[in-house]
């Protein structure tokens, strides 16, 4: 365990005897730097205060150049097992600059270690630590925030002194500089040196240099110094690796019941000292400004897609993880800038991550972001496959480590239609049009041997052996060949566009028959052999049994009596492991409404109170009331036994798609029992607190139930329509989401519920726009808009009015 340590050196000797002098030469602060702390910038901003049992766990400080990863209680442990022990720390992709720093506070009689902060803040662009055990009558808060944009971290301490009588302190901030490649960094010829540090007089800051490399780190304050060493001094802490330290002392004097700002700003760069020294600069002169400006651009993603319902706390669940995605955000410009998956150990690109997140994405309001990693995984895929196959994960570096699973080229095609119908971009789906056919023509040419439409290989679940044809799969390839028929149809290829269509009608034929397990109520995990089953029975066995699962054993175990008595070589749909992805066929609305109700109630066996279990075997008898940690006393990373947010986000937006909103309300609060479990304003990749502290395809779990099925809007930008087909949970009688972007239109919409009449109020900044409003047929018999009783027309199953304007007010009884 890593863990701080006092350094005893013979120079360390030399420090009282100089104490005195260098108190001397400390000089009153000045009247701008008591009252400038960066902090008075936060007064009016929400912050999440930790619980202290998580103080020795992860958070991040998030940029998209920079971000910095340590535990809450200030601290730098190991962290991380892609690079064993190196996740954490000051980050700069494709290197990393720092394994962190660490500070102590001296006076004549005594010196402390800031090594445990007692209270951890959370902000959403921004963190602090507080410690109240240091010197007597002194707190000391640690601030922190990544500037937008730039290469940087800025790091302040505040000193506050409680008592009658002015104070003179010495701070000593150690940096613990690491310059060294990120993952697969051997692959693109990244080979870590050992680190030298030097003293730059002009701006008074450590410079530390990779000596193999131009890979830069640059650490310093501005005022108040006194003093530095090229070495170790008071504080330091253990860790492995090439890296050196380098020390600053900074003589202070806090007066009395008042204060000291100390902004220290790290900066860093893979090109150029140049590079690093102008960063550091910058960021020094304009603390505040960067500040402000961060604060601002959080503000407006407040504002966009605001939600406000009854549920407070899934209120501020859905605002946070709109900030959580924006922490994801990586930007290296020799590669490409998109949406990351996860932190601490996925700050790369993933395309099955990105084909969820960035649908919640989309329709939150980032469209930029989407339009950026949509591109950033085309060229990647197109350099590394050439034929429409969409890659899996690659490094910050640009190597690629999978070059894709089978599940990600046909959630790939649709979400590029997902897309289209959000913005109306033509340009947009002409673009990336030549890859989705490509894509459709590679998952059946070259990954369907025995040409039944259904293509081998892995999908999301990856559990040795399940690779033959899956049930997430044929349904994301279902759904690939559906939309690409739209698209196709738009691109004039109509010939195509109805081959397209074919083979999505056969398929989902063909799911709602050789999937479905009538005795399990379930679709099947996958379809093989009885053969192949029974390999994967005598595995999933081993496994239930090592997690003393004993109804798992019985149900696997007669499942194994009856396999046996199949033909070996006839294929079929077995139900073995009940993971998550059975349930993709009502994800995506193609279940028979029948089997769907049946698989639903199956599913909703497999859950405990933070969601679905991503393996349902995995499940025993206390799932469906323990409420514990999942990540407590487990040594090796493993995802066996876990509740996972995607698995419990398509359940959610499974039950919307058959009318069954409390259902999906039940699956958005278990989630949210997740979140600021560990990590205050943030939900774990895991429930309740293990794996990543924060994940991508949150937002898609959150916001696709919430605005395209709870709100229903539907858009079709492409014809100037929104299409609306609002189903509230039964607990809502009141609703809104303002500033949702749709195209070049802004949508908001109320919803409000008296007894048995229904009142819609929409507001669009686009008057030309149409408006069609949908529920159920021979539900409501008086329809009003804007005050005129009109009529409503048949639409299948549904009634709807259509109408246009910036102001409209539907009523419904």
């Known amino acids: 365990m890593i863990k701080l340590q006092l350094i005893h050196q013979p120079f360390c000797l030399l420090l009282l005897s100089v104490f005195a002098l260098l108190l001397g030469q400390c000089q009153p602060a000045s009247e701008k730097q008591l009252q400038g702390g960066l902090q008075q910038l936060m007064a009016d901003t929400e912050s999440i205060r930790g619980r202290k049992e998580y103080l020795p766990s992860p958070f991040v400080t998030a940029g998209d150049r920079i971000y910095l990863v340590g535990h809450q209680d200030g601290q730098f442990p190991d962290l991380g097992w892609h690079v064993p022990g190196e996740m954490g720390g000051i ?77 003179e302190v010495l701070f000593e901030f150690n940096g613990m500089a690491d310059l060294r490649p990120v993952w697969l960094g051997e692959r693109t010829q990244l080979t870590d040196g050992q680190d030298v540090a030097q003293w730059n007089e002009a701006t008074k800051s450590i410079v530390v240099k990779d000596s193999l490399n131009n890979w830069y780190v640059v650490y310093g304050a501005t005022q108040f110094l006194q003093s530095h060493q090229l070495s170790s001094q008071t504080c330091n802490f253990e860790r492995a690796g090439k890296g050196t330290n ?57 504002q966009t897609a605001k939600l406000t319902i009854p549920d407070e706390k899934l209120q501020q669940a859905f605002r946070w993880v709109k900030y959580n995605t924006d922490w994801l955000i990586r930007d290296v410009p020799e590669v490409g800038r ?57 490094s910050t570096n640009g190597a690629v480590f999978n070059p894709g699973n089978i599940n990600e080229t046909p959630q790939f095609a649709s979400l590029i239609w ?101 005795e399990a109520k379930s679709y099947a995990d996958f379809v093989g052999t009885a053969r192949q089953a029974g390999q994967l029975i005598d595995d999933a066995i081993i496994r239930a049994d090592t997690l003393k699962k004993p109804w798992a054993v019985k149900e696997l175990q007669a499942t194994r009596t009856k396999v046996a008595t199949y033909p070996p070589n006839k294929k079929q749909g077995f139900v073995l492991h009940h993971n998550w ?52 006393g487990r040594k090796i990373f493993t995802y066996t036994g876990a509740v996972m947010t995607l698995p419990t986000g398509v359940q959610a937006i499974a039950e919307n798609n058959y009318g069954r909103p409390d259902q999906a309300l039940d699956y958005l609060q278990r989630m949210t029992r997740t979140f600021s479990y560990a990590l205050p304003g943030s939900i774990y990749e895991v429930s309740p607190d293990y794996g990543m502290t924060t994940q991508a395809w949150n937002i898609y779990s959150f916001a696709i139930p919430i605005i395209t099925q709870f709100f229903g809007i539907k858009p079709r930008a492409y014809e100037k329509t929104i299409y609306i087909q609002p189903q509230m949970p039964s607990a809502w009688n009141t609703a809104s989401i303002e ?18 009449s229904l009142q819609f109020a929409i507001r669009q900044s686009r008057e030309d726009w149409k408006i069609r409003i949908a529920l159920p047929a021979g539900k409501y018999s008086r329809w009003q808009v804007n005050g005129q009783q009109t009529s409503p027309q048949p639409a299948g199953n549904l009634q709807m009015v259509e109408t246009k304007g910036k102001e409209i007010t539907i009523v419904v009884e």
Request: with cysteine; glycine share 8%; charged share 20%.
């Open 91 to 167: 980050w700069n992709h494709p290197i990393k600059l720092m394994d962190g720093f660490a500070a102590a506070i001296k006076d004549t009689r005594q010196t402390n270690c800031l090594a445990e902060a007692d209270t951890f803040v959370n902000y959403p662009f921004a963190n602090k630590h507080i410690y109240t055990a240091t010197l007597p009558g002194i707190r000391v808060e640690r601030f922190q925030f990544v500037p937008d944009s730039l290469q940087a971290v800025v790091v302040e301490f505040t000193f506050y002194n409680n008592g009658a009588d002015a104070k």
């Open 246 to 302: 380098a020390s600053l002392t900074y003589a202070l004097t806090i007066p009395a019941n008042g204060s000291v700002h100390l902004p220290m700003i790290i900066a860093g760069s893979h090109q150029s000292l140049q590079e690093a020294t102008n960063v550091f600069a910058y960021t020094s002169k304009n603390t505040r400004q960067l500040l402000q400006q961060k604060k601002e651009r959080y503000t407006k993603l407040a």
């Open 338 to 394: 998109g949406l990351s998956a996860g932190l601490p150990d996925y700050p790369w690109w993933f395309g099955a991550d990105s084909d969820y997140a960035l649908q919640g994405a989309l329709v939150s309001g980032r469209k930029d972001i989407v339009y950026q990693t949509i591109d950033l995984l085309q060229q990647l895929s197109e350099k590394t496959n050439g034929n429409g196959r969409i890659i899996h994960e690659v």
């Open 418 to 518: 997902f897309v289209y119908q959000w913005t109306g971009d033509k340009d947009f789906l002409q673009k990336y049009y030549p890859t989705v056919k490509k894509g459709m023509d590679w998952l059946l040419t070259e990954n369907d041997k025995d040409k039944n439409l259904l293509p081998d290989g892995f999908g999301m679940m990856e559990i040795h052996g399940l690779n033959s044809e899956m049930i997430d799969v044929a349904v994301y390839t279902q759904k690939a060949f559906a939309d690409a028929s739209h698209m196709a149809r738009l691109m004039g290829e109509e010939a195509l566009a109805r081959q397209y269509q074919t083979t999505a009608d056969q398929l989902k034929a063909k799911i709602n028959a050789d999937f479905w397990v009538p």
């Open 581 to 632: 992805v059975v349930n993709t066929p009502m994800e995506t609305g193609i279940a028979d409404t029948a089997k769907a109700l049946a698989a639903l109630e199956t599913g909703s066996q497999f859950v405990n109170p933070f969601g679905m279990f991503v393996t349902g075997i995995d499940r025993d008898e206390t799932a469906g009331k323990d409420e514990s940690s999942f990540g407590a």
């Open 739 to 756: 500033n949702v972007p749709v195209g070049e239109n802004m949508v908001t919409m109320a919803y409000t519920r008296k007894g048995n």
